[in-house]
């Protein structure tokens, strides 16, 4: 039961942030990314 718990919280949560983290991360490079390719094609 114990070490079950010790699983969950010390293992699974923290790769599931980790996991949360590199989504975000990787949403926020590509809207930039997307930003950047806008206001190259669209400057006058």
């Given at each position: 039961?114990?070490?079950?718990?010790?699983?969950?919280?010390f293992?699974?949560?923290?790769?599931?942030?980790?996991v949360?983290?590199?989504?975000?991360?990787?949403?926020?490079?590509g809207?930039?990314?997307?930003?950047i390719?806008?206001?190259?094609?669209?400057?006058?």
């Amino acid at each position: 039961m114990t070490l079950g718990l010790v699983g969950v919280f010390f293992i699974f949560f923290p790769l599931l942030v980790n996991v949360l983290l590199g989504f975000i991360a990787a949403q926020v490079i590509g809207e930039r990314h997307e930003n950047i390719e806008f206001e190259r094609t669209h400057t006058y």
